[in-house]
């Protein structure tokens, strides 16, 4: 089973959301036994995409010293915008593998308990590490814009004064300006829907597992019923194997009282005739 996502999908995903009831996005759950082999993969599949997010935070740390200067370029914004996608996607593949792993490991023993602990835990950590960058850069990037435009209003009250006689060249000049600004605007309102919910995430996740936890129980209890129900059957016709074998001890002594009471009276009556 593999899940490495080498080209994640590009798109935004709403992580805050939870309109779609638990059971839709609940994994199978088999409990026909543990499986290592996919107990391996989907360790290694969550390592290696808790890396990939991890690797994300940092490149988003390096773009927060580039906005508000010179070299913030609009491909600077894209890039933000697909790291966010790429990592968005990757964040969403943990928390259905980790769902999925949860339920592995219900038939594994104590060691692959701690490994699924340690991964939801650096999970949950790094999401939380993503999730404040994220909140940062597009608060930057708020900052930036707002400065920008207070800039070119300044600019523009200044060249209004000075060159009355280029009003058409101006307005054009500031036309231009105002659709880059209205750019920017709508590249920030959809870097800004990529910001994550952490809260959201590890809710769902708890309530997946809290869930499955609540079946399994109740399932060991019907077990263990059944198992009680079965003990006790064995018990009647251990019972009842009993009775009967002490039923024809009796019987058989009692016939062979009998016929030894017969020869006795036998032997009597022959000895009378005889003599």
């Known amino acids: ?32 036994g ?8 989907l360790s290694e599949d969550i390592g290696q995409n808790i890396s990939a997010v991890n690797s994300s935070s940092r490149q988003l740390e390096k773009i927060l010293k580039v906005i508000g200067t010179r070299r913030e370029q609009q491909a600077t914004r894209n890039k933000v915008h697909n790291i966010h996608a790429e990592a968005n996607t990757r964040i969403d593949t943990i928390s259905r593998d980790i769902q999925r792993l949860t339920a592995v490991v219900r038939r594994g023993d104590k060691q692959q308990k701690l490994q699924l602990e340690k991964l939801t835990n650096d999970f949950r950590n790094v999401v939380e590490k993503y999730s404040s960058v994220q909140k940062r850069i597009t608060a930057a990037m708020r900052q930036s814009i707002e400065q920008l435009g207070a800039q070119q209003d300044e600019q523009a009250e200044a060249e209004r004064a000075e060159f009355l006689q280029q009003q058409a060249q101006i307005t054009a000049g500031l036309q231009f300006e105002q659709d880059m600004l209205v750019d920017r605007e709508r590249q920030l309102r959809q870097i800004e829907a990529d910001v994550l919910d952490v809260n959201a995430i590890m809710r769902r996740v708890y309530d997946i597992v809290q869930t499955q936890g609540e079946q ?8 263990e019923n059944a198992a009680t129900e079965v003990e006790l059957g064995r018990e009647e016709l251990a019972k009842a194997s009993q009775y009967r074998r002490s039923y024809r001890r009796k019987m058989l002594i009692l016939l062979a009282i009998a016929v030894i009471i017969g020869l006795i009276v036998t032997g009597i009556i022959v000895a009378k005739l005889t003599s």
């Open 216 to 223: 399994v129980e109740n399932i060991e209890n019907s077990v």
């Open 1 to 32: 089973m593999s899940r490495n996502l080498n080209n994640p999908p590009v798109g935004h995903r709403d992580y805050g959301a939870t309109s779609s009831s638990t059971n839709a996005i609940m994994p199978d759950v088999s409990f026909s």
């Open 34 to 41: 543990f499986s290592p082999t996919e107990f391996m993969s």
